[in-house]
């Protein structure tokens, strides 16, 4: 009852027969990524996703041969993206291709929708992504047009809770122990991902000293923030870690024998 999609011709060559009657997508690589860091592009010869536009013909012979349907195609540029054209591209890019493959009646343009993430950020312009779609909608009005919102819809919706456990200064250079660290979020370590860091303990008080926010992990990547201006920390603050709604709990691990953070549904 659902769709397998081929990011690759290497089930077509080698296992044609699995696809013999039955309807497929074929995950395309539009030869663009996008995204706020280089591990989550997911375009281009550099990525490893995706089948390149040169390999289309042969894709047709090879679905043509075991007796498959292509009824749809795919293709996701990468995350965190805040240009509204983007998916306008993806979906032209591939109702234009499927032109090439006659059973073909929906278009899947991925996700990868940014969020604020910084302060004083502008959001994805959702207008003007909405007209960009309809305008597609009404060229091309024989396709569906498939969507994943994916982290879009939750990353603002929870956060990440760690205490203070101790403050240190080597020099100029001062560090903030929390209580957890990539073990509970990687993304900071594993893609320099951006999360604003507010102290709850003195929300409100100013901020007079830039500092780095590291957990207990031992690594030098172990890091939540860095250089960041907060109010004077001390052992039992409360800090808080935004958008760790999506890629949080689910990425989490015992690294190190480190238990992650619990997580909490309100």
């Known amino acids: 009852g659902v769709w397998v999609t081929l990011d690759n011709l290497h089930p077509l060559r080698h296992w044609g027969e699995t696809f ?7 995950r395309l690589d539009t030869g663009q990524g996008r995204g706020h860091h280089e591990h989550v592009k997911t ?52 109702a234009e291709l499927a032109t090439g493959f006659p059973r073909a009646r929906f278009i899947d343009i991925g996700g990868g929708l940014g969020i604020p993430e910084r302060p004083g950020q502008e959001p994805l312009d959702m207008a003007a992504f909405d007209a ?22 939750v990353a603002q919706a929870g956060v990440l809770v760690a205490t203070v456990t101790q403050v240190k200064g080597k020099g100029e250079v001062a560090y903030v122990g929390v209580s957890t660290g990539m073990n509970s979020l990687i993304r900071p370590a594993l893609y320099g991902a951006y999360h604003e860091i507010i102290n709850l303990t003195r929300y409100g008080e100013p901020a007079t ?58």
């Open 20 to 26: 013999a009657g039955r309807e497929i997508l074929l």
């Open 43 to 94: 375009g281009g010869l550099h990525s490893k996703f995706g089948i390149p536009l040169f390999e289309l013909d042969e894709a047709r012979e090879l679905v043509r041969a075991c007796g498959a349907d292509v009824v749809g195609l795919h293709a996701h540029n990468g995350s965190g993206i805040l240009q509204p054209d983007n998916w306008e591209e993806v979906a032209r890019t591939l």
């Open 132 to 153: 960009s779609l309809l305008a597609v909608r009404g060229q091309f009005r024989h396709l569906e047009i498939w969507l994943e919102p994916g982290r879009y819809v």
């Open 209 to 266: 000293r830039l500092v780095n926010i590291v957990g207990p992990i031992c690594e030098t990547g172990d890091r939540l923030g860095s250089d960041r201006w907060l109010p004077e920390a001390a052992e039992g603050d409360v800090l808080l870690v935004a958008n760790a709604g999506a890629y949080g709990h689910v990425m989490s691990s015992r690294y190190n024998l480190r238990e992650p953070a619990v997580e909490v549904i309100i």
